[in-house]
């Protein structure tokens, strides 16, 4: 089958690959008609990381059924399916009380199976692969993962009705973060440098838009909040901007209030400043949420699906683009370059 590998240099190259199987009776192998690039994968793109070298990248992918292990019930071959790529090793503290979004081994282990979505083929658990209701596209279901990863951040949040909440960065994290907000009743205040994404996220439904390269981000999230501050802030820039987006989070919260962190650090030591003495004596809770697993009894991919397919999320807006996975290098160049391609959500086809 085709695969994009990583090079030495960080960028892909397509290659033939060996096809995945099916380890076990439970396992399903499904064709990769979508994959999506998000704001992790641009934080691995040319870089020099000898440890991902020729292998196959992608955590965001929908695709159709090609075979079945004898184990599996909840799909079958021509089934369209969206794949959740956070995977534990199911044998941890962690992993049985289904927080496998903490397990200690979740990279390894989906690394080498289910998260390899830059590829013709992908195989894994039969849990992982989720049924798609017959309107909801391939390339809709890819934006699903990144809708998952804000849900878990409402979870963390406890969010309810009325609350007045900030939004720190408008890509397709936060993007979500925004419409799920919405959903639950809050309203919604949302911050970024890149004046399309401000656009979007009006489109979307932002009660308010920050742009932060020519406005006093404090003095409109104050305005906002009848001069409170935010209830909740979501932190969904993520990256190199943390140094500065964490500050400015914990800068427009309310006194006992919560900033969720969403938008993911690089990897190793990532020293940040912050007023601590404001933070103790106004008791502001930082959060930090790590991707997706389950609330309650509910897998949030697949809350974040039903939401989906009964139209109270909107992914086709945030699907700016689409390359073929040949063209998967100008695919992520365009999604970085977002301040001039209007990139939201770069999708790719397999
Ligand atoms: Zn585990």
Redesign the pocket.
């Known amino acids: 089958m085709k695969a994009a590998l990583k090079k030495a240099d960080g960028q892909f190259e397509i290659k033939e690959v060996d096809m995945p199987g099916l380890s076990a009776p439970d396992w399903v192998l499904a064709k990769v008609k979508v994959a999506g690039i998000c704001g992790t994968d641009l934080r691995h793109w040319k870089k020099e990381e000898p440890d991902l070298e020729c292998k196959i990248m992608g955590h965001e992918l929908a695709g159709e059924v090609v075979e079945v292990g004898e184990a599996v019930t909840n799909v079958k071959p021509g089934d369209r399916v969206v794949i959740e790529t956070v995977l ?9 009380v289904q927080q ?1 979004n ?5 990279y390894d ?1 989906r690394m080498e199976t289910v998260s390899r979505a830059f590829a013709g083929y992908v195989a894994g658990p039969a849990k992982k692969f989720h049924k798609l209701p017959g309107h909801v596209s391939f390339e809709e279901a890819t934006v699903l993962d990144t809708f998952a990863v804000g849900l878990h951040a409402v979870q963390l949040s406890g969010l309810k009705l009325n609350d007045k909440v900030a939004i720190i960065g408008a890509g397709p994290i936060g993007l979500g973060q925004l419409q799920l907000a919405k959903t639950c009743g809050a309203d919604v205040i949302i911050v970024d440098v890149v004046g399309s994404s401000l656009e979007l996220a009006k489109e979307l439904g932002a009660d308010a838009v920050v742009n932060t390269k020519t406005e006093d981000c404090y003095k409109k999230v104050m305005e906002f909040t009848d001069n409170r501050g935010a209830d909740i802030v979501f932190e969904c820039a993520g990256g190199p901007s943390m140094p500065e987006t964490l500050p400015l989070a914990t800068s427009v919260t309310r006194i006992g209030g919560k900033v969720v962190v969403v938008g993911g650090f690089d990897p190793g030591k990532t020293m940040i400043g912050l007023e601590w003495q404001r933070i103790q004596m106004a008791e502001i809770q930082i959060i930090p949420s790590a991707s997706y697993s389950f609330w309650g009894i509910y897998p949030e991919m697949k809350m974040c699906l039903d939401l989906l397919a009964k139209g109270k999320l909107n992914a086709k807006k945030l699907i700016t683009h689409n390359f073929p996975l040949d063209e998967i290098n100008k695919a992520f160049a365009t999604a970085q370059d977002k301040e001039n391609s209007k990139a939201v959500f770069v999708a790719l086809t397999v």
Request: with cysteine.
């Open positions: 534990g090793d199911d044998t941890c503290d962690w992993c049985r496998y903490l397990c200690p081994h979740l282990v």
